[in-house]
Every structure is written in structure tokens, then in C-alpha cells.
């Protein structure tokens, strides 16, 4: 199965895809969309406007099952028309910005919860940090993934690729960072 994010501006997708859905960071967690998604009957693979890393927390923040994800590169010709297809995307919502957690980056060291004037994030199950209030978080704010030490923290939107969730960190830099949580 083959599902297909349309980019935040697109309401339609000429595409062969089994499903299309609207742009994946701008759906809320208590959407149809994404319960259907999360009943998928086997992984799907994902094409999306998106960072990979970033698209691959969101899928798994979210519970949804997924073979593969494919970044799908910014278009020069925008489609704007709303076609009366089954391609067409009739839900749209509103633009959202929020951070996302790479849990396989996370050390859980909680500098985002305490940086975090906004109240977005709080201590999950397992002693690590969640995005607790994402629509709390500022508009353009990207400032508790400049502390993060781990760089778990994206902002998929961010112009600065490296917060974006572009231009992973070497696996050498992120071993340098375990003697960091044993020092906490």
C-alpha cells in the first residue's frame, strides 16, 4: 500500500497512490485520517513532504505502521484547483508548528521540558520527554532544538535544514553524548 502526503499548499495529487492524505504534520492525532492510519492491515510505504527522520517520528509518535517513507521533493509547479477526483483531498487543516521527537536520538536528559516556557512538552512513561501541548508551542520557535544536546528535537518546517531534521549527526557525535546523561 502506497500512501501519499500532499504538501501543505496542495489539495490535489496526480499520483498513483492507494490512499492520499493531507499534509502529515498538520493532522492532529485525533483525526479520522490518522485513526484510519493506524489501522492499517500491514505497513504502508509513506511518500512525504518531509524530512525522512522527522516523517519517521511522526508515523511513530503516532502508532502508525510503515515499510518505508520517501521524501517527496518540493514541486516548481504548485497545484492549487481542487479536482473532483479520488485523489482529491477534501480535508484540510489548519497550519500547525510544533516540535517532533527523535526517540532514538532522545538521551533523556529533559533540558527541553525545563527550557520550554510555553508548557509544550512533559515527562512521559518512560522518563523521557513528550510533546505533551504541540499547538501550545510558538509559532517559529525553534529554540528547544538549539539546546537539545541529542538533537531529538525537529521542527520539519524550520528553513535551518539541521532543525528541520536534515544533516543527521554523525553516530561518533552522538556517542560523545552518553557520557553527558551519566553525568546528570
Not at 492507494?18 to 504534520?25: A, G, H, Q, R
Not at 521540558?113 to 504541540?134: E, S, T
Not at 525553534?142 to 535551518?160: N, S, T, Y
Request: hydrophobic residues 40%; charged residues 20%; negative net charge.
Amino acid at each position: 500500500m502506497i500512501i501519499y502526503s500532499c504538501n501543505r499548499d496542495t489539495r490535489t495529487a496526480d499520483v498513483a497512490a492507494d490512499m492520499v492524505i493531507p499534509f502529515l504534520y498538520d493532522i492532529p492525532p485525533e483525526s479520522g485520517i490518522i485513526k484510519q492510519l493506524q489501522s492499517l492491515p500491514e505497513p504502508a510505504a509513506f511518500v512525504v513532504p518531509l524530512p525522512l527522520r522527522a516523517a519517521k517520528s511522526i508515523l511513530t509518535h503516532y502508532g502508525i505502521p510503515f515499510g518505508s517513507i520517501v521524501e517527496q521533493l518540493p514541486s516548481d509547479e504548485k497545484q492549487t484547483a481542487v479536482q473532483e477526483t479520488e485523489t482529491s483531498v477534501e480535508t484540510q487543516f489548519p497550519p500547525r508548528w510544533y516540535p517532533v521527537i527523535d526517540d532514538d536520538r532522545c538521551i533523556g536528559c529533559l533540558e527541553c521540558v525545563n527550557f520550554c516556557i510555553f508548557g509544550v512538552y512533559a515527562i512521559g512513561q518512560n522518563d523521557k520527554p513528550v510533546v505533551d501541548k504541540p499547538d501550545a508551542c510558538k509559532d517559529g520557535c525553534p529554540a528547544c532544538a538549539r539546546v537539545c544536546p541529542g538533537k531529538a528535537i525537529m521542527f520539519p518546517l524550520c528553513e535551518e535544514r539541521q532543525i528541520a531534521g536534515y544533516d543527521d549527526a554523525g553516530e561518533s557525535e552522538l556517542a560523545a553524548l552518553s557520557g553527558f546523561v551519566d553525568a546528570l
